[in-house]
C-alpha cells in the first residue's frame, strides 16, 4: 500500500473521529472497536473517496503490523513505514 503525506493524513483523521465516536458513547477503544467503527462511518458516508479512506484505515487497523506500507513525500523520499 503507498501513502503519501495527504493520504496519512487523512487515513490519520479517519481512526481519530472512530476513536472520538468510540469515545462519545463511553465505550472502550479497542481494534475491534476501531475497525469496526471505521466501517460503520464508511457505510454511512455519502462520499465515495470517503467511504475508500475509511475502509482503508479498517484494513490498516486490522492488520496491524502485518500492513506493509510504503510512505512517499512529496519531495521524493519513499521508504517503510517502519523505517520513519
Known amino acids: 500500500m503507498y501513502l503519501d503525506t495527504n ?12 476513536v472520538i ?11 475491534t472497536a476501531l475497525v469496526e467503527t ?3 462511518l464508511a457505510t454511512e458516508s455519502q462520499n465515495r473517496s470517503q ?6 484505515a479498517a484494513e490498516i487497523v486490522k492488520q496491524g503490523s502485518n ?5 512517499t513525500d512529496k519531495v521524493g523520499f519513499v521508504g517503510a513505514m517502519s523505517e520513519i
Open 7 to 18: 493520504r496519512l493524513n487523512l487515513i490519520s483523521h479517519a481512526v481519530g473521529r472512530a
Open 21 to 31: 465516536e468510540i469515545s462519545l458513547v463511553d465505550g472502550l477503544i479497542s481494534k
Open 38 to 40: 471505521l466501517k460503520t
Open 51 to 56: 467511504m475508500s479512506l475509511f475502509y482503508e
Open 67 to 71: 500492513t506493509e506500507i510504503i510512505y
